[in-house]
């Protein structure tokens, strides 16, 4: 059993290679809650690099500059001809550019402070040692429904989202589509997202809590309206039951083995410690990113946890061949 585990666990990484490889973009961005403080950045490196230039060929044209020879014990204590003049002007345009990157910045924090209308979807994210507990909110109590580490939403509409932690301090931060949010323990902060582009963006905790801060990411979906309509309405739903003799039997050694953490709807599974797992294999990773989610990383993942996320709170549970192979082939139904 620890041979085909570790077997396994290897498979899983080397098949998590491609996933692992992608990086954070962060220089262009997709929405209005990133893209003024983007552009900011960029203005403020292009000034500051058009000064370096400044002062680098004022320094190399002075120290290269011929003089005339002079024996200085008979210069002349004399009033400067003019030459505070270049003192007045560079003070004047530093002063100048200052002001002009205050006023920029301002404008820039004031455009990504609110979104430019009210958000319809509320969403509430939760920062745990390591993923990302979703839940989104709605008037209507039936609606409303919880999920882990994958974002969706409708392209071109704000979405307000509210951050808070369990354990530690983290950061949420998905730079292409806004800024960095502290996610505090006994505090609520908001913020907001808005894509305006569909597609796939990568977020992480960008806030050292712990081992396996890297390995805590976060993707937001950006769907088209009708898309995310079929998907929030698809996560609604309760589980749906197992159609065969070894799907029954996986669903058994899940609420034996797995129910204390992890809760499935529309099963005796309520646990509240791990993801909600009643659309799992709606997800395009799992553990927090770090794999792509398919049933062999799947059963890496539950055949030996800590082999692939050390110090994650996922225990390794001991499970024979027959169980595993029940509880995956359980899981693989839930989409």
């Not at 292009?46 to 004022?58: E, K, R, T």
């Not at 011929?66 to 003019?82: H, S």
């Not at 924090?109 to 990302?132: D, F, M, R, Y």
Request: glycine share 10%; net charge positive; with cysteine.
């Amino acid at each position: 059993m620890k041979r085909r585990s570790a077997a396994a666990a290897l498979g899983s990484l080397l098949a998590a290679a491609p996933a692992l490889a992608q990086p954070m973009a962060y220089l262009q961005t997709y929405g209005p809650a990133a893209h003024p403080a983007t552009v900011l950045g960029w203005g403020l490196g292009a000034i500051s690099l058009f000064v370096m230039a400044i002062i680098a060929i004022l320094v190399l044209a002075a120290t290269f500059r011929p003089r005339p020879r002079v024996d200085l014990r008979q210069l002349a204590v004399t009033r400067d001809a003019g030459g505070t003049a270049w003192i007045y002007v560079g003070v004047g345009l530093t002063l100048a550019t200052l002001i002009g990157c205050m006023v920029w910045t301002m404008v820039a924090l004031a455009a990504v402070a609110h979104p430019p209308a009210a958000p319809k979807i509320s969403i509430e994210v939760q920062g745990n040692q390591w993923w990302w507990g979703l839940r989104y909110r709605d008037d209507d109590p039936a609606r409303m429904f919880t999920t882990a580490n994958e974002i969706h939403i409708p392209v071109g509409e704000p979405v307000r989202v509210e951050v808070s932690s369990s354990d530690v301090i983290h950061s949420f931060w998905v730079p292409q589509l806004a800024g960095k949010t502290d996610v505090i323990p006994g505090q609520t902060n908001i913020t907001w997202l808005q894509a305006d582009k569909p597609g796939t963006y990568r977020g992480q905790c960008g806030e050292f809590c712990g081992a396996q801060h890297a390995g805590m990411a976060i993707h937001v979906i950006a769907d088209s309206p009708g898309q995310f309509a079929e998907w929030r309405n698809s996560q609604i739903k309760p589980a749906a039951p197992p159609s065969t003799a070894m799907q029954r039997a996986g669903l058994g050694v899940f609420l034996a083995r797995c129910a204390a953490c992890h809760t499935i709807r529309g099963t005796n599974a309520g646990g509240l410690i791990g993801p909600d797992l009643t659309h799992l294999m709606s997800r395009r990773t799992i553990a927090a990113g770090l794999l792509p989610n398919n049933p062999g990383n799947l059963s890496g993942w539950v055949a030996n946890a800590q082999a692939l996320k050390p110090g994650a709170r996922m225990p390794t549970i001991p499970l024979s061949g027959a169980e595993l192979s029940a509880v995956v082939a359980y899981l693989t139904t839930l989409h």
